[in-house]
């Protein structure tokens, strides 16, 4: 099975230069609900390239309708980044029209920033909310703090809000239950809603499943996720692609240390052999850690590749740039 990935659109070979081991950088794994233009998605990527921010991957899926970039830069230039992006996606994605699978509530739907270590987190957090200021204020979008920014434990994670659609959202914001964290107390009829936030990092992980039912594959999620007992921090939800006619495991590791592609793999084999399911190709969405990856090969992994661009130590030297 292919990537189905919009043609033309700058895809991870078309990243910037590696720093030099000098420069320290944050990262920003900011989603937008486009996958399919490849006019739209060149354009916010370059909206996204500010001066002193580096493009290290750009990951798009025409079936998600979503595209997925990993961005680098000082805390100054980050922001500016990351508020070029918000105001390229007010103007170019009307959240209406869009038809992917995968849970949204925004044009710009999560900026997260990511904490790598320790001492990332001040500026992390500091980049952040002044993101949501920026978006609330000038965009009139509303922004609601998640990961580490969350008020309250039950908001930690993005599916808290994306749960009903953003129909449901707009009920809860009406009826009291939510509160914006910046921005006006409504949805934009266009932009939606943005989710900021500052989270360790995590590993996006994708598996065809080319015989399987749409009750299969969410079964075979269920049986992985942390939250019905599987593996810790493992969030998985099983979709069906209608266009290419085929299911899909989507997941996402959020604590790779402790249950990173291996173990999850090796989790997925043995259920979807219980379930009589057979496993496709894997498909990993934006960069890893080399160390995540133990030494097992891309085939091992059930990876059609994996190429050096997507490691993160060949973008920022010594895992941290």
């Known amino acids: 099975m292919n990537v189905r990935e919009a043609p ?6 078309d990243v910037d230069a590696r720093p030099t081991a000098e420069e320290r950088s944050l990262v920003a794994v900011p989603n937008v609900s486009e996958g399919r233009d490849p006019d739209r998605i060149a354009a916010l990527v370059a909206a996204a390239r500010a001066p002193g921010v580096r493009v290290l991957d750009v990951h798009s899926d025409a079936d998600h309708d979503r595209t997925v970039l990993t961005l680098a830069g000082r805390p100054a230039a980050l922001l500016a980044g990351l508020g070029g992006l918000a105001e390229a996606s007010l103007d170019l994605i009307d959240l209406r029209r869009s038809r992917g699978v995968h849970p949204r509530v925004g044009a710009l739907d999560v900026a997260p920033i990511v904490v790598r270590e320790p001492g990332d987190a001040p500026d992390a957090r500091a980049v952040a909310e002044a993101l949501a200021e920026r978006i609330g204020v000038n965009l009139a979008i509303p922004v609601f703090f998640y990961g580490d920014l969350a008020s309250d ?3 930690a994670r993005p599916h808290a809000f994306r749960t009903g659609g953003s129909d449901e959202l707009e009920r809860r914001i009406d009826d009291g239950e939510l509160a ?3 921005g006006p107390p409504r949805l934009h009829p266009t932009a939606g809603a943005t989710l900021v936030g500052v989270r360790p990092p995590l590993i996006a992980w994708n598996v065809w499943l080319p015989e399987a039912t749409l009750s299969e594959a969410r079964a075979l999620a269920a049986r992985i996720r ?9 969030r998985a939800l099983g979709v069906w692609l209608p266009e290419p006619g085929i299911a899909q495991l989507t997941m ?4 790779p240390r402790l249950a990173g592609p ?8 043995e259920e979807a052999a219980r379930l009589s399911v057979t496993l496709g190709e894997s498909e990993l969405v934006g960069l890893v850690p080399r160390a995540a990856l133990a030494r097992e090969t891309p085939t091992a992994l059930g990876l059609r590749s994996l190429r050096p661009g997507q490691l993160l130590e060949a973008h920022l030297p010594h895992g941290r740039g």
């Open 8 to 13: 033309g659109a700058p895809q991870a070979g």
């Open 153 to 155: 434990p039950g908001l």
């Open 180 to 182: 914006p964290d910046a």
């Open 226 to 234: 942390e939250s019905e007992g599987g593996l810790p921090g493992v």
């Open 252 to 255: 996402n590791m959020e604590q």
């Open 262 to 269: 291996v173990e999850v793999m090796s989790r997925a084999r």
